[in-house]
């Protein structure tokens, strides 16, 4: 009985893993594919964007109502729905031909996700009721997780070359169906607990974020002063903030902002969002950078990326006795300076750098993302209530995929911004007549024919020209994130010392905190690695 108890603990948390590594895999893999994607199917950046954020504003919308439904519903009935969405959407994506058939497939796959993601530390939590067992079982998990994020560029890059850019999608099928089978077999099934939707929430929320990005996202090219970009970003503001008003009141809320008021809290969760704000915004672009105008295979882009996901690997038992020793706050600032460093450093190289001159860069943003996630779950288990850990974790996934989204999105619209003008001014002064420059500045901008599209069949001295514009837009974006990643070091600090000052506080919401023997074994994964900017290696 005992043996057979066993095995089936061992089978759930395979399942567990298997399918939390498609998931983290399928959040960064696409990205290596992205150049193949805009050739292909005749995408703009902006299309780009939307095939990148189409899958992380889903899910970043609706993760925290996927955390609800799963108590109210079961959590296994709701995390198996959501592997078959999943696995549906990857089908599509891999099916699609036009960018917006992709794009809907990328947000089923965002649907999906939102509902497995937080039912599948619910369930581990379940089966492992020991603790030191549990504390094993959720390190596991989390490495797993983080490997997924870590090898997707390294994965992806023979893929892209070999069987197409479907391959990306491909690859969830057989995983997804599998893991089906033996979730219906293995999974136990969770008492369901009445619990109320906040659909209120989950509209405002949704409508806010979505009328953000495509503010965001289509402000360079309509024009900042476009009404229609005028009006989505007003609407946005008003959206939100009503949604933080409407939280505030609830009894159950979507968004829990308790952990907001406790420094340490707001400090760890502020740091998590700001690295997926510059890292998924940077690892957007660079691929399109590295295969678009240094011509690189997306094997050798995909390889260049193998010293960040080590780092990130090797960084994450560092921040771990970190904590242990000092608290969250030296290996959280520190891994944020490290990340402001690396990408600012990216801007110092142009096209004629060698890999080894700037490799380090490399070496000191996945330093940095591997210091920087594990205590800011570990802050969350050791400060929050044991009952509300579940909304605490799937608070933190939410604003981890927001500082993705935000960032793709902010980050992209300072990149295009600058090119079209850099662009503009370079065909100027090659003699280009008015209107080819304007179309050339549209294309770039993701409004005709895009720049994975039709790049390749400019004149060269006009080649150059959009190379040379789109590496200034790249330097000028990375900048703008490294300053992000700065300010917040130094916010953090301020908030971290402040919290620390006001003593061990009671955990958020009820009683008694989770001893730090169990905590820490807890790993999180951070965004997948950022790839080089220049030569090939």
């Given amino acids: 009985m005992g043996e057979s108890s066993a095995l089936r603990k061992r089978l759930a948390l395979a399942t567990l893993c298997v399918t939390m590594f498609m998931s983290m895999l399928d959040n960064v893999i696409v990205n290596i594919a992205l150049p ?29 109502t996927g955390g609800a439904l799963g ?5 296994t009935r709701v995390f198996r729905l959501g592997l078959a969405l999943f696995t549906a959407g990857s089908a599509v994506a891999a099916l699609a031909g036009t960018t917006d058939v992709l794009v809907a497939a990328r947000m089923l796959q965002g649907v999906g996700a939102a509902l497995l993601t ?12 020991d603790e030191r067992e549990r504390a094993r079982a959720v390190g596991l998990w989390s490495a797993v997780s983080a490997l997924g994020l870590s090898v997707g560029p390294v994965i992806g890059g023979p893929m892209v070359d070999h069987l197409g850019w479907a391959s990306v999608f491909w690859i969830n099928v057989p995983i997804g169906v599998v893991g089906l089978f033996l979730a219906s077999r293995v999974l136990p099934a969770i008492a369901r607990r009445d619990r109320r939707i906040d659909l209120g929430g989950l509209a405002l929320s949704a409508a806010g974020l979505g009328a953000l990005v495509y503010a965001l996202i289509a402000g360079p090219s ?16 008003l959206l939100l903030a009503a949604f933080l008003l409407l939280e505030r009141r609830l009894a159950e809320p979507m968004l829990d902002l308790g952990p907001f008021r406790d420094g340490v809290l707001g400090g760890a969760l502020l740091s998590g969002c700001m690295v997926s704000f510059g890292m998924f915004g940077a690892m957007f672009f660079l691929p399109l950078l590295m295969q678009g105008v240094l011509r690189w295979a997306p094997t050798d882009a995909g390889y260049a990326g193998l010293p960040m996901a080590a780092m990130i ?3 994450a038992p560092v921040a771990g006795r970190l904590t242990g020793r000092h608290g969250p706050g030296l290996p959280l600032v520190l891994g944020l300076l490290l990340c402001a460093a690396g990408l600012g450093g990216l801007s110092l190289y142009g096209e004629q750098a060698r890999y080894p001159e700037y490799v380090w860069t490399l070496f000191a943003m996945g330093l940095g993302m591997g210091l920087t996630f594990t205590p800011v779950s570990i802050a969350v288990l050791q400060r929050v209530d044991p009952a509300r850990t579940g909304m605490a974790s799937a608070t933190v996934n939410t604003l981890r995929e927001l500082g993705g989204v935000i960032g793709v999105a902010a980050l992209g619209a300072v990149l295009t911004h600058r090119m079209t003008g850099s662009l503009t001014g370079s065909l100027e002064r090659l003699g280009v007549a008015p209107d080819t420059v304007g179309r050339a500045a549209d294309a770039l901008a993701g409004a005709g024919g895009g720049y994975g599209g039709s790049g390749a069949a400019l004149p060269g001295p006009v080649q150059a020209a959009v190379d040379g514009a789109f590496v200034d837009g790249v330097h000028l974006a990375v900048r703008c994130g490294s300053a992000g990643l700065a300010a917040t070091a130094v916010l953090v ?6 919290g620390s000052r006001s003593g061990p506080s009671a955990p958020v919401g009820g009683r008694g905190r989770q001893s730090p023997a169990g905590v820490a074994s807890a790993r999180t994964a951070g965004p997948a690695p950022t790839r080089p900017v220049s030569a090939r290696p």
């Fill in 71 to 75: 108590d109210r519903y079961g959590r």
């Fill in 493 to 498: 600090a301020v908030l971290l010392r402040r």
């Fill in 118 to 129: 937080p039912g599948s530390l619910a369930i581990l939590r379940h089966v492992f009721t």
């Fill in 313 to 315: 690997v090797a960084g």
């Fill in 222 to 237: 309509r024009g900042w002063t476009d009404s229609r970009v005028l009006g989505c970003a007003v609407a946005a503001a």
């Fill in 36 to 64: 193949r994607i805009g050739r292909d199917l005749d995408a703009g950046i902006s299309g780009l964007q939307w095939v990148v954020e189409g899958y992380s504003l889903v899910y970043a919308a609706l993760l925290l």
